[in-house]
């Protein structure tokens, strides 16, 4: 997006400076516009912007961005030079002011005084809420293999009907958490299955109401038990039941499973085709947990999805809108040049709405262990974007449990992890990864819809309002290679949190002239 583009709206008759008027009727008083009775208004001053181009006439100025009714009305110049207002390494360093104008706070302004830069806000593409903050639950781990995970993780379950209190605090502390990083929009796994029956479900469903107003938390029921209980069953079992019934709950917006936990690949292909049913039945998303393995001679189910997808659609059997995310997909990581192509050719030119979602800090820890040297197990964001043009999402997945006992639950503390793992540091590269946690994150979410604006990384009009605020960035690569930790999260035109570090060091004395040097006599 060039800047006569960005400052000249679509509409030849629109100004940038156009603000939501107050009509005067014959009473001659000012009656507000329903833009500003029914939404808040916020005016960011002073902040940088992203953009899809490196030219440092566009990236360097500052902008204010105007958001009314939870979208971006307009955005204009603010001045000629970004640096104009401090030095980037200014210490302390400037933190955005923010006023409410009325009492209501109904119309806000956020003076970002020439520091940090304004991104789309961050997306957990795909997070545990039930298993968050478990692992001083779960027995000690000794091996740290996935089989292990699964049986200390199931004895920690069976706890959760007898112990909601704890299960509500956990996802409530990881909502918050995640909050304060700047995320907006969250799939958050919740599980059905026999130990926990819909204990998960309901605590998700309550944190989903409590939250609505600062971040969307997108529950989805999942089913990471087997749907058939042994490899002799023609027919599911409970966890199918329990899962079709979790999918009529009121909030809930998506379905998914773990097609590689069932006992054979025939009854994995079978979960698959009961998850699509169960999606077309409710009208919901899909989410897969799929081809996680580095195993050559395993069939990569992907293509079972793609061929099974591609038939409901042409067959009238897929609700428009929906969307099907795979995660892990460790297994791709094998694929030769021809499987790319041959999946570009489905996801990019034809057009299949699914959306592949990589899980460094799981796949990393998990993936590999049986090899003398770990591989990078894991999707590879900048490289696939580059050489096939297929957009992927990372995600955190887990935070504190035995599938992923390290990392924090920043979506973008991936992107510096993906810098090093891809060896990817260019600006270009620093884009990919970016957008991986944010636009691409979303569409995983929530699939694309008609009509709406194009994604972009840079504020349009039109757009959704949700944006972090990075304090102490400047530019795109920055906030890639080291992301502020100070923060401010908009949601739909409305700062809903915001997060600054407090420091402190030791006051330094004058240091005392140093004495004339002397040699040491031989």
Same mark, same amino acid.
């Given at each position: 997006?060039?800047?006569?583009?960005?400052?000249?709206?679509?509409?030849?008759?629109?100004?940038?400076?156009?603000?939501?008027?107050?009509?005067?009727?014959?009473?001659?008083?000012?009656?507000?516009?329903?833009?500003?009775?029914?939404?808040?208004?916020?005016?960011?001053?002073?902040?940088?912007?992203?953009?899809?181009?490196?030219?440092?006439?566009?990236?360097?100025?500052?902008?204010?961005?105007?958001?009314?009714?939870?979208?971006?009305?307009?955005?204009?110049?603010?001045?000629?030079?970004?640096?104009?207002?401090?030095?980037?390494?200014?210490?302390?360093?400037?933190?955005?002011?923010?006023? /409410?104008?009325? !009492?209501? &706070? =109904?119309? $806000?302004?956020?003076? *970002?005084?020439?520091?940090?830069?304004?991104?789309?806000?961050?997306?957990?593409?795909?997070?545990?809420?039930?298993?968050?903050?478990?692992?001083?639950?779960?027995?000690?781990?000794?091996?740290?293999?996935?089989?292990?995970?699964?049986?200390?993780?199931?004895?920690?379950?069976?706890?959760?009907?007898?112990?909601?209190?704890?299960?509500?605090?956990?996802?409530?502390?990881?909502?918050?958490?995640?909050?304060?990083?700047?995320?907006?929009?969250?799939?958050?796994?919740?599980?059905?299955?026999?130990?926990?029956?819909?204990?998960?479900?309901?605590?998700?469903?309550?944190?989903?109401?409590?939250?609505?107003?600062?971040?969307?938390?997108?529950?989805?029921?999942?089913?990471?038990?087997?749907?058939?209980?042994?490899?002799?069953?023609?027919?599911?079992?409970?966890?199918?039941?329990?899962?079709?019934? /979790?999918?009529? !709950?009121? &909030? =809930?917006? $998506?379905?998914?499973? *773990?097609?590689?936990?069932?006992?054979?690949?025939?009854?994995?292909?079978?979960?698959?085709?009961?998850?699509?049913?169960?999606?077309?039945?409710?009208?919901?998303?899909?989410?897969?947990?799929?081809?996680?393995?580095?195993?050559?001679?395993?069939?990569?189910?992907?293509?079972?999805?793609?061929?099974?997808?591609?038939?409901?659609?042409?067959?009238?059997?897929?609700?428009?809108?929906?969307?099907?995310?795979?995660?892990?997909?460790?297994?791709?990581?094998?694929?030769?040049?021809?499987?790319?192509?041959?999946?570009?050719?489905?996801?990019?030119?034809?057009?299949?709405?699914?959306?592949?979602?990589?899980?460094?800090?799981?796949?990393?820890?998990?993936?590999?262990?049986?090899?003398?040297?770990?591989?990078?197990?894991?999707?590879?964001?900048?490289?696939?974007?580059?050489?096939?043009?297929?957009?992927?999402?990372?995600?955190?997945?887990?935070?504190?449990?035995?599938?992923?006992?390290?990392?924090?639950?920043?979506?973008?503390?991936?992107?510096?992890?993906?810098?090093?793992?891809?060896?990817?540091?260019?600006?270009?590269?620093?884009?990919?990864?970016?957008?991986?946690?944010?636009?691409?994150?979303?569409?995983?979410?929530?699939?694309?819809?008609?009509?709406?604006?194009?994604?972009?990384?840079?504020?349009?009009?039109?757009?959704?309002?949700?944006?972090?605020?990075?304090?102490?960035?400047?530019?795109?690569?920055?906030?890639?290679?080291?992301?502020?930790?100070?923060?401010?999260?908009?949601?739909?035109?409305?700062?809903?949190?915001?997060?600054?570090?407090?420091?402190?060091?030791?006051?330094?004395?004058?240091?005392?002239?140093?004495?004339?040097?002397?040699?040491?006599?031989?």
């Amino acid at each position: 997006m060039g800047l006569s583009q960005l400052l000249n709206p679509q509409s030849p008759h629109h100004s940038p400076y156009a603000r939501p008027t107050a009509t005067l009727p014959a009473n001659g008083h000012a009656t507000p516009s329903p833009a500003f009775t029914d939404y808040p208004s916020l005016v960011i001053r002073n902040v940088h912007l992203p953009f899809d181009s490196d030219d440092p006439t566009l990236a360097d100025p500052l902008y204010n961005v105007y958001c009314v009714g939870g979208r971006v009305d307009s955005v204009e110049l603010a001045t000629t030079n970004g640096n104009s207002q401090g030095s980037r390494h200014s210490t302390p360093p400037h933190h955005p002011e923010y006023q /409410a104008r009325d !009492r209501q &706070g =109904v119309h $806000a302004e956020l003076d *970002a005084q020439g520091r940090g830069i304004l991104l789309p806000a961050l997306c957990h593409a795909h997070i545990h809420l039930d298993k968050c903050f478990l692992l001083d639950q779960c027995d000690e781990l000794v091996t740290g293999h996935f089989a292990e995970a699964l049986r200390v993780t199931a004895k920690a379950k069976s706890t959760f009907p007898h112990n909601r209190d704890d299960l509500y605090d956990r996802g409530r502390k990881l909502i918050l958490q995640s909050v304060e990083c700047g995320v907006t929009t969250m799939r958050a796994h919740v599980e059905v299955d026999e130990a926990v029956h819909f204990a998960c479900v309901d605590t998700g469903l309550r944190l989903q109401k409590l939250f609505r107003d600062i971040c969307h938390v997108q529950i989805a029921v999942f089913a990471q038990d087997p749907l058939f209980a042994s490899p002799m069953d023609d027919r599911p079992g409970l966890n199918y039941v329990l899962l079709q019934s /979790a999918v009529h !709950r009121p &909030g =809930v917006e $998506a379905v998914g499973s *773990a097609p590689y936990v069932e006992p054979t690949i025939a009854h994995a292909k079978r979960n698959i085709d009961l998850v699509l049913d169960l999606a077309l039945e409710a009208g919901l998303h899909v989410d897969f947990y799929l081809d996680y393995n580095l195993e050559p001679g395993a069939e990569p189910l992907v293509w079972y999805v793609l061929d099974r997808l591609r038939e409901r659609i042409q067959h009238g059997r897929w609700r428009p809108g929906t969307h099907v995310a795979i995660g892990h997909a460790t297994r791709l990581t094998l694929f030769s040049q021809e499987e790319w192509a041959r999946l570009r050719a489905a996801l990019v030119e034809e057009r299949l709405p699914v959306t592949l979602v990589g899980l460094p800090p799981s796949d990393l820890y998990m993936m590999g262990r049986h090899m003398e040297s770990a591989p990078r197990s894991t999707l590879n964001v900048p490289k696939l974007a580059e050489e096939h043009g297929i957009r992927v999402a990372m995600a955190v997945n887990n935070v504190e449990n035995a599938f992923t006992p390290q990392g924090p639950v920043d979506p973008l503390g991936l992107c510096p992890l993906g810098v090093a793992i891809f060896q990817a540091g260019t600006k270009k590269d620093c884009r990919a990864l970016l957008e991986s946690v944010t636009l691409t994150a979303r569409l995983a979410v929530e699939g694309a819809h008609k009509g709406a604006p194009p994604p972009s990384i840079t504020p349009a009009r039109g757009m959704r309002a949700d944006f972090v605020l990075l304090h102490e960035n400047d530019t795109l690569h920055g906030a890639a290679l080291n992301p502020s930790f100070s923060r401010t999260t908009i949601r739909r035109g409305q700062v809903v949190a915001r997060r600054v570090a407090q420091t402190w060091i030791l006051p330094q004395k004058t240091p005392s002239p140093d004495p004339p040097y002397r040699a040491s006599p031989v």
